[in-house]
């Protein structure tokens, strides 16, 4: 056995010399990465002229990007990496020492070229790969930045600007946010207003539209997945939205058709601002600010017992409450401009416009869908039309029957009224009925009737509508 073992240090030793005389320089340290040999040729290639300057030394004070000392402490080689010294860039391959009973004595290091030209073929292919890799990341990112801000949402009515200048003092604050609001009326908008408007907006803002995934993947999305958690699990870690969206925004749309469980769960992320991920039993810190909207009356649920109490009211610290379509009426026409103007801009066709009668009958209509029907309404409008303008009767077929503000309806009248007094209680009647749908609002009860707004004024007057 001794025999064998001479042998070995032989080939060692042979093995070293060899690597010595090949490399461009050599250089060792013991077990606390102090530098204890280094040959002539790694001495030129740092610019000294004695050993003695170095020996020992600690290797990072002689070359501070060395990674000798991490290769002591862990006991692995590094086989093959790129060390930046002063103006210069080496290869070097960094290997452990043992003794004979295994533990590290030392590391040796070896610089294999001080010329990066023969790596150009590796290193260009790593370049290429990095490119790729950063424009991905950038795609990403961009994909996780807003799109909108406060100055994004349209209209000039009273409960628009009062909602704006809500949004635009609760983006100042980092407390939990909850948004009401039909469908459609734009509560994703209104979210990432508030969050373009915040000292997060640099970092990232993630939906979530928690009624579009199956319940038994909603912890997974949400918490992500750790490695091999489950049969079939991927062997890498899969971040949950909470991870994604760590120093930034995080938007739950439909909250209301969260799960009990599931809930239980995010009241501890935002009591505690930290989560395990599945089938981990590590906790993760996270900051993140919940904006939370829904259609659904929470309060309602709460009382049913479909949504716990105590997460309701954790997160109705900021309540905003966007009012439907059908209560903002004078919004319509800016709504309807900034439509057509997108959709001529996306098409390359013309600009339409709507005219004063077609304006008419799109105040006239409800609206349940809200902002999201009138904008596909105006669109297939404008696809089915060839005129330059869109006129009542091009809007007429596009607007759901039954749905539409009937001001022409009224009362029957008393019999042996002369004709001018039948006209008289007609328009007081469509008038009284204009006003009760605009919620008394004169501009677009005028536009809803098809006169001006000194016309209506003179009118409520005459008929006392006023009193």
Partial sequence: ???????????????FDVLEEMCEGAISVDEKARIVWINSKYLTLLGFDNEDDVLGQNIEQVIPESMLAHVVETGRPILLDIMHFNDRHFVVSRLPL?????EVIGAVGFVLYDNLDYLKPLISKFEILQQRLSNA???LAAERR???????????SAHINDLKEKARAIARHTSPVLILGETGTGKELLAQSIHSASVRRHEPFVAVNVAAIPESLLEAEFFGVSPGAYTGADKRAALGKFALANG?????????????????KLLRVLEEQE??????NRVEKVDVRIIAATSQGLEEKVKQGGFRSDLYYRLNVLLLEVPPLRERLEDIKPL??????????????ALKVIDRDGLAVLESHSWPGNVRELKNTLERACLMSTSESLSASGLRPFVPAGQGVAVSTVLPLEPGLSLPARIASIERQAISRALELTGGKKAPAARMLGISRSQLYDKIRDHRLSE
């Fill in 137 to 139: 990341e950038a795609k």
């Fill in 1 to 15: 056995m001794s025999a064998y073992r001479d042998i070995q240090s032989t080939l060692v030793d042979s093995l």
């Fill in 98 to 102: 043992h003794s004979d009973s295994g």
């Fill in 275 to 280: 989560f395990e991920p599945v089938g981990s």
């Fill in 248 to 264: 930034g925004t995080l938007f739950l749309d439909e909250i209301g058709d969260m799960p009990l469980q599931l809930q239980a």
């Fill in 336 to 349: 309807s401009e900034y439509f057509l103007e997108t959709l001529a801009s996306r098409s390359g066709e």
């Fill in 146 to 156: 807003t799109r909108y801000s406060i100055a994004n949402i349209i209209g000039r």
